[in-house]
């Protein structure tokens, strides 16, 4: 239906709109931008709980469209809110409507063989022109390998990656299946598992960024999704976190040190603390009943720490913590880094794995015979839906790397 939609009214931009590229402001709240655009805060006021609470996840920086008519009068908002769903604010018979709309991308699976020649890091970004493959790949095996020590020069490595596509161009993180780097001979591997995880050749996950749990022995109530599709609403939404159900009170625990960045209140999240942690990593906790006390702005917290009590403050349906986890801004699943206690496969799931694991390195040989060169990429991460004035190709910023 949506790709319906799409291709009627892209002949009718092409006519009479002109488009507006645009980023949203640091500190802006939704109402705000409403009212500086002359919009009305009904198309605030008519979302429901959920959706309103998204706005707040706008992040400063991200590009936004704004398509005029003839006469200058705003017909249609492009927002996104995440890499798979944006907010699309439409003129429909004089009257200002919100939907969210997917974002339509493909995906490719692509791999590449490097024969290093000063570091991985370096000869990726050679190889590929980009950045946030090598940083993903040399971040696979940061808590395991010696590159400095041991890579010589001539030693290969090959990565295997899933690539998300919108208009033939890239945009968006890549995602690492297999990494694979050859030091004195050996062949060490990292693997995504069937369970999103990345395991090393025995098993043995990988050591990251890893999280403790925010709230002791609670239930997952809600997953995280940056796009799903509602079928009793018959609406996409997305939900940028985890949500635990557990009794108003429950003490909040720091999911990793860090520094707190903000404590106070906003209309979606109610109480909410955000912690910056190192390597651009920040978690967020929202719906608190309180903060415990001298949780505040620039307060330096360790893991485990208690920074807060459940509760069931803003725009939500009962008592949970709602936790967010984000890299450079960007959310990204938590229960991707939350550190569970089994962390070596075993019995079924251990065989499972070692079928994948065939599966991978007949894959990796392949491309290491094949000499497999990779796609050069051309970054795309401005426009997300229309196709209409792309905005030159803009150089890979590392600070955008997530
Ligand atoms: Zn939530």
């Known amino acids: 239906m949506n790709k319906i939609f799409l291709l009627i009214l892209i002949p009718l931009f092409l006519l009479s709109s002109e488009v507006q590229f645009t980023k949203w402001q640091s500190g802006e709240s939704f109402l705000n931008f409403l ?15 959920s959706d309103q609470t998204i706005t707040e996840e706008i992040y400063a920086g991200v590009n936004i469209q704004i398509l005029r008519d003839s006469n200058q009068t705003i017909t249609q908002v492009l927002i996104p809110i995440s890499e798979e769903l944006q907010l699309h604010i439409y003129k ?23 024969t290093i020649e000063n570091s991985p890091y370096y000869d990726i970004v050679k190889a590929t022109g980009s950045k946030k493959l090598a940083h993903q790949f040399v971040n696979a095996f940061k808590n395991s390998l010696n590159f400095r020590r041991d890579l010589r020069k001539g030693d290969r490595l090959v990565m295997v990656y899933e690539q998300k596509y919108r208009f033939g161009r890239t945009f968006s993180m890549p995602v690492l299946k297999v990494a694979m780097i050859e030091m004195r001979k050996k062949k060490h591997y990292i693997y995504l598992n069937g369970d999103n995880r990345y395991y090393d050749e025995k098993g043995i996950e990988a050591e990251g960024f890893m ?29 940028l976190g985890v949500d635990y159900a557990a009794r108003p009170g429950t003490p909040i625990m720091a999911a990793g040190s860090g520094r707190v960045i903000f404590a106070g209140y906003t209309r979606g999240y109610g109480k909410l603390t955000k912690i910056q942690h190192s390597d651009g990593y920040m978690t967020l906790y929202a719906h608190q009943r309180a903060f415990r006390r001298g949780i505040r702005r620039g307060k330096h917290v360790k893991k485990g720490q208690t920074i807060g009590y459940v509760g069931s403050t803003g725009l939500s ?37 070692k079928l994948l694991k065939e599966e991978y390195n007949k894959t990796v040989e392949l491309h290491l015979r094949a000499a497999s060169k990779a796609p050069v990429q051309e970054v795309f991460d401005t426009v997300y839906y229309l196709n209409i004035k792309i905005p030159h190709s803009q150089k890979e910023d590392a600070n955008e790397s997530i």
């Open 35 to 49: 009212d500086r655009h002359a919009l009305p805060q009904k198309i605030y006021y008519n979302l429901d709980k």
């Open 92 to 114: 429909d018979k004089n009257k200002y409507k919100l939907k969210s709309t997917p974002i339509i991308y493909d995906k490719k699976d692509e791999a590449f063989t490097v």
């Open 211 to 239: 999280l403790n749990r925010p709230v002791k022995n609670a239930r997952v109530s809600s997953g995280f999704t940056l796009r799903r599709y509602h079928p009793i609403l018959k609406k996409y939404r997305a939900h």
């Open 317 to 353: 349906t009962g008592p949970h913590l709602h936790f967010g986890l984000y890299k450079n801004g960007h959310a990204r699943n938590p229960a991707r880094v939350i550190r569970i206690t089994t962390n070596k496969l075993k019995g079924k799931k251990l065989k499972a794995f």
